[in-house]
């Protein structure tokens, strides 16, 4: 579970440093729907700059001596992936009409700091790029997050 939570941590700065700087041509038309043609987007191949290390982590930890520890890397990889798709690509995006009726104060939060990161078209001045762990202030409560939207922040 170490690997999964230390994911989150690369995911947010490849999110940042690689989707929004050097391959941000894959990564537009997910900030920008009328890019988008069909179901896939060019950002869904980044699936595969995770899912790759993933397998090989597997291939090499099952097969080498004394790599057993790439095998729990890449079930790390794995299930930061699974978390991912579930909450990024089916909750907050709907790409799949799963959970429709999530409602916490992390669910909200989760809608929030993604919403925030999403009101930015373009690739700089972006916020809130990682999935799981974002600021507090996306937790505040419904009243005082429209209070808070008002103000301009």
């Known amino acids: 579970m170490l690997t999964a939570l230390i994911?989150?941590?690369?995911?947010?700065?490849?999110?940042?440093y690689v989707m929004h700087g050097l391959l941000w041509s894959w990564h537009e038309d997910h900030h920008d729907p009328e890019k988008k043609h069909g179901f896939f987007e060019k950002n869904d191949r980044f699936f595969l700059v995770?899912?790759?290390?993933?397998?090989?982590?597997?291939m090499f930890g099952s097969f080498l001596d004394g790599y057993s520890f790439l095998l729990f890397v890449g079930i790390g990889i794995s299930v930061y992936g699974l978390?991912?798709?579930?909450?990024?690509?089916?909750?907050?995006?709907r790409r799949f009409s799963w959970f429709k009726h999530l409602d916490?104060?992390?669910?909200?939060?989760?809608?929030?700091?993604?919403g925030?990161?999403?009101a930015k078209?373009?690739?700089e001045d972006g916020e809130s790029f990682g999935l799981l762990i974002?600021?507090?202030k996306y937790f505040k409560k419904r009243a005082e997050w429209s209070k808070?939207?008002?103000?301009g922040n």
Not at 87 to 93: L, Q, R, S, T
Request: glycine residues 2%.
């Open 7 to 16: 994911m989150e941590f690369v995911a947010w700065f490849t999110h940042k």
């Open 50 to 58: 995770f899912a790759i290390p993933s397998f090989f982590c597997y």
């Open 83 to 93: 978390i991912y798709f579930l909450i990024h690509d089916v909750y907050i995006h």
């Open 104 to 114: 916490s104060k992390y669910s909200r939060a989760v809608l929030r700091a993604h």
């Open 116 to 118: 925030a990161h999403h």
């Open 121 to 123: 078209k373009g690739k």
């Open 134 to 136: 974002f600021n507090p």
């Open 148 to 151: 808070y939207i008002k103000s």
